[in-house]
């Protein structure tokens, strides 16, 4: 059984046609975001090392490609109708929570948010659609997605690869391998969001504290 899966998939990644599946499945991710083309990336990161095919270099430019057209169709999706999407998600849902923190980070970081928001899970969609709904320069927004896309597909690219070197006779496990490394960068990047967010909110909460603090000691004052 695995023996026929393996197979199948080293066929596909011996095609020719798997550099147009890579460019496709990284632009539909970026408005559908269940859409697992980083998987499909690493995968091909790792058949590259191991068997030589298919070429590593088409394999990012494919990718890098289909990620930046995916990331511009999002937000001509935001610029057209990112006003009425956000209208409609309900304050307080997952759908709104996301929308509010991608227009925060951006007021705070710009652009370089687009960059970030690839190794969040969800964050491509929601900054995209965002930048697209505030009337973010499409200029701006263009450089900055050259370094996001390109960045995104080197990484995805290189951790196949060395799941492919480490395991150059066994691909599944190369597999297994560049997917457990991506995974680990991700929670890596959301416990370093989870924390500044935590400092945020704590020294929030100091100041709040302090502002009654300093009224009462003001009315004690004759």
């Known amino acids: 059984m695995t023996d026929s899966i393996l197979q199948v998939v080293h066929d596909a990644m011996s095609s020719p046609w798997i ?4 460019f496709l499945l990284a632009a539909t991710d970026a408005f559908l975001p269940a859409v697992p083309s980083e998987s499909v990336v690493i995968t091909a990161g790792v058949f590259a090392a191991a068997s030589g095919s298919p070429n590593l270099a088409l394999v990012v430019l494919a990718a890098a490609a289909g990620a930046f057209a995916g990331d511009h169709i999002s937000y ?3 610029r057209g109708a990112g006003g009425r999407l956000l209208a409609r998600a309900r304050p307080g849902s997952r759908q709104r929570r996301a929308f509010d923190r991608a227009a925060d980070a951006l007021a ?4 370089l948010v687009l ?3 690839r190794y969040v899970p969800g964050g491509r969609t929601a900054v995209t659609v965002t930048m697209g709904a505030l009337g973010y320069p499409r200029r701006r927004f263009t450089h900055f997605d050259v370094l996001a896309a390109l960045s995104w597909a080197v990484y995805s690219v290189l951790v196949g690869y060395v799941g492919g070197m480490a395991f150059e006779n066994d691909p599944i496990k190369g597999v297994v391998l560049g997917v457990g490394l991506a995974l680990g960068v991700t929670a890596l990047v959301e416990a370093g969001r989870y924390v500044r967010r935590r400092r945020v909110r704590d020294t929030e909460g100091r100041g709040e504290a302090l502002v009654p603090a300093a009224g009462r ?3 004690r004052t004759p």
């Open 19 to 22: 550099y147009l599946a890579l």
């Open 76 to 78: 001509a999706i935001g």
């Open 108 to 111: 705070e970081r710009g652009g």
């Open 115 to 117: 960059v970030v928001a």
């Open 217 to 219: 000691e003001s009315a």
